[in-house]
């Protein structure tokens, strides 16, 4: 039996609580690499955040539906540093869909969208703990560019990665 496919569209704003929650589900899993005591806390008003994002004609993301369930999303926005950048704000694919190819395709639509807008650049922040993720990134071309900050009490690395044309 062949498995579902993968369907993917652009982000509505009504999009903003799936969103939210498969950030969240995996958020949750960084407790396995993060500092003693850590725990994962939603920002608040993310949803309204979001879905205030992805009003804006600036801001692009896409959803993955595996057989009608969300299974992943990426999320960009023009980065708010000087220069000709975009920044990649999510790449998430919910716990199930880990290791099936679905982040590549993710990630591969971001940088052809970036690149459609015209961006030389790109940036982003990941857990510094996520080796995973860190791999992923790295084995795309990110390299770090700067040193780790801590945030919501995770400690972040950024990563920037040139636009391929």
Do not use: K
Request: positive net charge.
């Amino acid at each position: 039996m062949r498995p579902p496919a993968v369907t993917t569209r652009v982000a509505r704003p009504s999009d903003a609580e799936t969103i939210a929650r498969t950030m969240h589900l995996g958020i949750e899993t960084y407790a396995a690499f993060a500092p003693a005591g850590w725990t994962p806390r939603r920002p608040p008003h993310l949803v309204e955040n979001l879905a205030e994002h992805l009003r804006s004609r600036h801001t692009w993301g896409l959803l993955a539906d595996v057989a009608g369930e969300p299974a992943g999303h990426t999320l960009m926005f023009p980065d708010w540093q000087p220069g000709d950048g975009a920044y990649l704000s999510h790449l998430f694919t919910r716990p199930a869909w880990w290791g099936t190819g679905l982040a590549a395709r993710l990630h591969d639509a971001f940088l052809a969208e970036v690149r459609d807008r015209g961006y030389r650049t790109a940036r982003l922040h990941t857990p510094a703990g996520h080796a995973r993720a860190r791999r992923f990134y790295e084995r795309r071309g990110w390299r770090v560019s700067a040193p780790p900050e801590t945030w919501l009490d995770l400690p972040v690395i950024e990563y920037r990665c040139p636009v391929p044309s």
